[in-house]
């Protein structure tokens, strides 16, 4: 398996711009979470799906913020407009849950740059 | 509520010495447990995981990791540290019935030739 894609690795864009963030899990894996790094704040989980359904978005920051997954193989996480202070790498991470605990794979994020 | 605590946020060993990386968590029942090692520019990929069983669980690398109920601790070691384990490590809680993990804010790994 080629493991959790995203795309872009990097993204460089101007305050107010819209910015598109992709993922595509592992094949199979029922859950989907999207994730942001900063050195401030470290790790912070914005959002999960189960069976392609949103469960806790508790962690979006704001309305600015937006995610869809339209199905199992494909996610987007949506900012706009972007401000500098969304400079952060962005994780994906898929799993398969049944009744035990999660493990997380992890893509190799999109570092994204708004300036 | 569920927390990470990592009190190390930079540690600088020698090449061959041992190396142990602290964890604390808070959580109200057992909790599953893990270890994730990121290098520079990559993403994330797990070391280790405690369910339930034997507190002493192994992994990748030649990394291990023991859990203490009464301490509420998961350490990380290793018995001889190799250059190539530069990196980033992150310790993590998660419950069995959510499907998240809550990270601790990492703790930062050099060696020295």
């Known amino acids: 398996d080629a493991g959790v894609i995203q795309s872009p690795r990097h993204e460089v864009t101007e305050m107010g711009q819209e910015v598109t963030l992709r993922c595509k899990p592992i094949?199979?894996?029922?859950?989907l979470f999207w994730y942001r790094q900063t050195m401030m704040r470290g790790l912070e989980l914005l959002i999960y799906?189960?069976?392609?359904?949103?469960?806790?978005d508790s962690g979006m920051p704001e309305d600015r913020f937006s995610a869809k997954m339209p199905n199992a193989s494909f996610s987007t996480l949506k900012i706009q407009p972007s401000e500098p202070r969304d400079s952060a790498v962005y994780f994906c991470?898929?799993?398969?849950?049944?009744?035990?605990?999660?493990?997380?794979?992890f893509g190799a994020g999109s570092r994204l740059t708004v300036l | 509520a569920q927390s990470v605590t990592q009190p190390d946020i930079h540690i600088t060993v020698s090449e061959g010495a041992s190396l142990e990386l602290r964890c604390n968590y808070s959580?109200?029942?057992?909790?599953?447990l893990f270890w994730y090692v990121q290098s520079p520019g990559q993403g994330l990929q797990l070391l280790l995981k405690?369910?339930?069983?034997?507190?002493l669980v192994q992994g990748i690398k030649g990394f291990e990791a023991e859990f203490k109920r009464s301490q509420s601790s998961f350490n990380l070691r290793k018995p001889s540290v190799h250059w190539s384990d530069a990196a980033e490590y992150f310790c993590?809680?998660?419950?069995?019935?959510?499907?998240?993990?809550?990270f601790g804010k990492g703790t930062k790994l050099s060696v020295k030739p």
């Open positions: 993590a809680v998660g419950a069995g019935s959510q499907g998240n993990l809550i």
């Open positions: 959580y109200g029942a057992t909790p599953y």
């Open positions: 991470a898929s799993s398969l849950r049944g009744s035990g605990a999660n493990v997380l794979t």
């Open positions: 094949s199979g894996h029922n859950s």
């Open positions: 799906f189960n069976n392609n359904v949103p469960i806790d």
């Open positions: 405690y369910f339930s069983g034997d507190t």
